[in-house]
């Protein structure tokens, strides 16, 4: 950081004389240059500096103490947020109305006396504004130039407010604090369902179902994890990843997760529409809020909104570089509000962490949640051991009725079930199983990506429970020689009385209508042309009663 000369360059003498006054020193030259080099040097004598320092209301001296404790500089957004700005005033201005004696904030009260500065430093993230100690300051403070004892520069380096996840993690010390047990409640543990939905999802893009619709979580992780491309199924990875044991599964997910550039927590979170071309970094906050939670206890109940509470006192940028709450273009789903601004923290960035803790590590078996009497949200939650929830026995077996039903436990091979939905039509899942049937049209559609009903039939004596019913070998087999042999079709038909009014039906307008002739007084009404018909027989004096029509 600059030293204190240079931390005045930009100043002007009335600046400088004020400095000066509020110091109580003589400055009676008229050159900026030797003004300033006379500062420079007076105000690091150590007695004079701690009587300063000692003189300083309490609200300034907390302003400082933080400022010394975070290694000498803090970014802007985040020290005025705290301790206040300092007023906009050119020179004029600022000596009629003798600002520095009425200072509106703490800011002030250390800027008027050269103790805080501002610049721009760069960092990981770019060009970021800070206030600062100047450096040769910050050296005289923290040897002992205060009349209070203050962290040394060394522990201050360690205790610096957290810019980045490494000096968050340092302090080792977790936020917010343990659940009451106002806060315990209802118990929703963590589960590895995502493997089985991942199973699902994988089948459902290789067969072309586009009735079934993964919410966008899955999809952004599949993609990361590189087992789908452009919704395109990866056969390789694909089973690799469905044949390797559930634990191995869910960890590749994670990492997956955790390594992610693309995954991005805060354009999935629902309730907000993200737009404009900004962007933000979703994994280096992703990792900085995962240095946090590692400081909590594992498998202690801890206070959700006291974990947030912290986190925005402590590191409210965690997410935006330079503090920046104006240029992302967010608003809020149900009435197209903008929330833009510091003040809407809470619906942005503490909401941003409540779904990053309840919804994203939940769903990746991380967190177990507790939701408390009378809340519809969770208000604590636990974090857990991972491999305490898998069952890596996938060791179920399917069944299979003679109707060609099968029910597929969540706990069977996940590579089976992905395999043997190919082949069928799928039904709700009920419970712990998935169900599907064998039709004519599933076996085609099979058929048409090179599946053969033998590899099905394998696949089921393997894996079934009590074996192939005779009857459903013998049609399976039967279909794969001779194709569908019988179908089952829904037909209107017309009945009339006498076999005269059939023949009069047929020489009018209304023959075109009608369609196969089972008898001479049954016929079959082609689709969607009852109405036809019935205009027609009414023009032939008849008037038609129809049974049975769905509305």
């Not at 390797?244 to 955790?258: F, N, P, Y």
């Amino acid at each position: 950081m600059p030293d204190l000369f240079h931390s005045l360059l930009n100043q002007d003498i009335g600046h400088l004389r004020i400095i000066a006054e509020l110091w109580g020193l003589e400055l009676n030259s008229r050159s900026v240059d030797a003004a300033r080099e006379k500062l420079s040097v007076s105000l690091l004598e150590p007695n004079l500096l701690a009587e300063i320092m000692d003189s300083l209301a309490p609200e300034a001296d907390s302003a400082i103490t933080t400022l010394v404790n975070s290694g000498g500089r803090i970014p802007w957004p985040t020290f005025t947020r705290r301790y206040g700005d300092i007023r906009e005033a050119g020179a004029g201005k600022r000596d009629r109305e003798k600002l520095h004696l009425k200072p509106a904030s703490a800011a002030e009260i250390l800027y008027y006396r050269g103790l805080l500065a501002r610049a721009f430093f760069d960092t990981e993230k770019g060009p970021q504004e800070f206030a600062y100690i100047p450096d040769d300051l910050l050296e005289a403070i923290s040897q002992g130039g205060t009349g209070s004892p203050r962290a040394s520069k060394k522990e201050a380096l360690s205790l610096r407010d957290a810019s980045s996840p490494e000096e968050a993690v340092a302090k080792n010390e977790p936020l917010g604090r343990a659940a009451s047990p106002g806060e315990r409640g209802q118990e929703i543990l963590a589960h590895d369902s995502i493997l089985d939905d991942a199973t699902t999802f994988l089948a459902a893009l290789r067969m072309g179902k586009s009735d079934w619709q993964p919410d966008l979580r899955l999809r952004a992780l599949l993609s990361t994890a590189k087992l789908i491309k452009e919704n395109i199924p990866q056969t390789d990875a694909v089973k690799i990843f469905l044949e390797s044991s559930r634990r191995d599964a869910l960890v590749s997910l994670q990492h997956a997760w955790i390594e992610s550039e693309s995954f991005n927590e805060l354009r999935l979170m629902p309730g907000i529409i993200c737009e404009g071309e900004w962007k933000n970094q979703p994994q280096e906050t992703r990792e900085f809020l995962l240095n946090l939670l590692d400081a909590i206890p594992e498998g202690k109940w801890w206070s959700l909104n006291a974990f947030v509470r912290d986190v925005k006192q402590k590191y409210a940028d965690f997410q935006r570089p330079a503090g920046d709450y104006d240029s992302w273009f967010i608003k809020r789903e149900s009435d197209g509000q903008y929330l833009r601004g510091f003040t809407y923290w809470d619906q942005v960035d503490g909401a941003l962490i409540k779904y990053f803790i309840t919804n994203i590590l939940h769903w990746l078996g991380q967190v177990d949640l507790c939701i408390a009497e009378g809340a519809t949200e969770p208000t604590s939650f636990r974090i857990t051991n991972p491999e305490s929830l898998v069952s890596n026995l996938e060791s179920k077996k399917i069944h299979i009725s003679s109707q060609g039903l099968i029910s597929v436990p969540r706990l069977a091979p996940r590579v089976v079930r992905y395999q043997v939905s190919r082949f069928c039509e799928w039904e709700e899942p009920k419970e712990d199983d998935y169900r599907y049937h064998i039709s004519t049209n599933s076996l085609a559609k099979a058929k048409e990506q090179g599946l053969k009903v033998e590899h099905l039939l394998a696949l089921l004596a393997k894996h079934s429970e009590a074996g192939i019913p005779p009857t459903l070998v013998k049609a399976l087999k039967r279909w794969e020689v001779n194709g569908t042999e019988a179908r089952v079709q829904t037909q209107v038909i017309l009945k009339v009385s006498k076999p005269e009014i059939l023949e009069e039906m047929r020489r009018s307008k209304a023959a075109r209508f009608l369609g196969e002739v089972l008898s001479p007084t049954t016929v079959v009404i082609r689709s969607g042309a009852i109405q036809k018909v019935k205009e027609a027989l009414t023009e032939l004096g008849l008037l038609t009663e129809v049974e049975n029509q769905d509305e």
